[in-house]
């Protein structure tokens, strides 16, 4: 009875037997799947193109710029009213006229000799010579101011006017008594004197003006002083 109940089918070993056959064949299939589990896929930094990592990082460091602050417009400063540059005065022209409407009788001659008539010898001669009747009015040729009043040995009766820009003007041989004083004012073709003959190193040309003109005390032609307006 013993050997029946323990070598046959239905006894306990044979049942443990099972159970234990059945749960290596599960632990066998589960360690099989597990090591055939695919692993998950791993992606790689350096797959991206070298190009799109900059141009992320550039975009994303615009894109922090324009969170931080937004764009205000510049100020605009106050306009400021441009300065009108200042007129220099310019000096008023000169305005001259001859001393005299006579005829010239002796012209300017200061890089040459002139013969005079009174002295017989050739000289120099520092102005321009206008034959007049006695009497005849002589005026100022420009707009200036008496400096002297005189008599010359030489050349007699004597008017110095000086005229604006650095020019002066002498009238010798005048009459005596002109009508004008040192310091006076006067006006182009106002009259200062009359023709006379005190002019003695000239006095062979009979009544007349001589009339000179330098500028900054040099000697220059009368002609050109004339010519200036």
Not at 44 to 70: D, F, G, H, I, R
Not at 146 to 162: A, H, P, W
Request: net charge negative; with cysteine.
């Amino acid at each position: 009875m013993r050997n029946n109940q323990s070598g046959g089918k239905g006894g306990k070993g044979y049942y443990i037997a099972l159970v234990l056959c059945a749960a290596a064949i599960g632990i066998t299939s589960y360690v099989t799947r597990s090591s055939h589990k695919p692993e998950p896929e791993k992606i790689s930094l350096m797959e991206q193109t070298p190009e799109a990592a900059p141009e992320a990082a550039e975009t994303q460091a615009v894109e922090a710029l324009a969170t931080e602050a937004p764009e205000t417009e510049p100020s605009k400063a106050p306009s400021v009213p441009a300065e009108t540059p200042t007129q220099e005065t310019q000096p008023k022209k000169l305005k001259t006229a001859a001393p005299l409407s006579g005829n010239v009788t002796t012209l300017y001659a200061m890089e040459n000799l002139s013969y005079n008539e009174t002295t017989r010898d050739w000289r120099t001669h520092n102005g321009v010579d206008y034959a007049g009747a006695e009497g005849d009015p002589v005026c100022a040729a420009a707009e200036g101011t008496v400096v002297s009043v005189g008599e010359d040995d030489l050349m007699g009766v004597t008017v110095v006017l000086r005229h604006q820009g650095g020019y002066e003007t002498t009238y010798a041989g005048l009459q005596a008594n002109p009508c004008v004083a040192e310091g006076d004012t006067v006006q182009l073709g106002q009259i200062i004197g009359a023709v006379g003959t005190t002019a003695l190193a000239e006095s062979a040309l009979g009544p007349h003006i001589h009339f000179c003109v330098s500028y900054q005390d040099m000697p220059m032609n009368p002609q050109d002083f004339l010519n200036m307006s």
